[in-house]
Structure formats: C-alpha cells, structure tokens
C-alpha cells in the first residue's frame, strides 16, 4: 500500500512562497501519476498540479499557472515537492498529496484517477 506524507505547510503573507514537499513510502510502483489537489471550507477539492513519473510532463490549473511548480526528487527519497510562489489569500486551503497508476488515456488533474491520498497540510495566505 503507498502512502504519502506531506509537509510544509504553514502561514504566509500574501506575496509571499511556500514549498510544499511529499514523501511516498511503501511499494515503488512503476507508471504513476503524481498530483496535487486543495480543498477550502466550504469548497469542493480542486486540483493544483499533476506530473507524469516516467515522463515528467505536467499540468497546471488556471489559477497557479506561472505561481506554482510541481516537480520531483528520486535521488533519495521519492518525494513530490510544489513550490509556490506570489501566493494570494485564495490559495488558503488544505493541500493533499495523490498518486495513482497511470492509464493509457489520463487526466493528470482528475481526482478520480488517484487512488492513493496523504492527509493533507494546511496552507494559509493572509492579506
């Protein structure tokens, strides 16, 4: 069973960077799809950025689009990392790390094709 654990979240001001960092334990799956999604009270989960494993293509949403980055270090740990920048009070929101198998047709920002989720870390931008 993979499991992920996520950290780096914390309180910044508006303008202000986050890195966000994922760690994924357990059986080293081949041909994943690694994502991360935000959930706000009251807001329905959306997702932030995906990136293919094995190829490294990536998609963005349109609202972190040239703010944020999602990417990859293999070197020691398997670890997801996002890093955020000119972070805005929107961005406030708990942020969930996910991993699923990869298909032959994907959706690297549809929540129903990740199968595995960590708990989440709390992100919040104040004005």
């Known amino acids: 069973q993979v499991q992920l654990v996520e950290s780096g979240g914390g309180s910044v001001q508006a303008g202000g960077s986050l890195r966000l960092s994922c760690v994924r334990f357990g059986p080293n799956y081949a041909n994943l799809k690694l994502a991360w999604f935000r959930q706000a009270p009251g807001k329905e989960r959306e997702a932030v950025a995906g990136?293919?494993?094995?190829?490294?293509?990536?998609?963005y949403a349109d609202s972190v689009k040239g703010r944020f980055i999602i990417s990859q270090e293999k070197d020691v740990e398997n670890r997801l990392i996002l890093r955020m920048d000119s972070l805005k009070p929107d961005d406030s929101a708990i942020y969930y790390c996910a991993a699923g198998h990869k298909t032959l047709r994907q959706n690297l920002l549809n929540s129903e094709e990740y199968k595995y989720w960590g708990k989440g870390t709390q992100v919040t931008v104040s004005s």
């Open positions: 990136i293919d494993d094995t190829t490294g293509s990536t998609a």
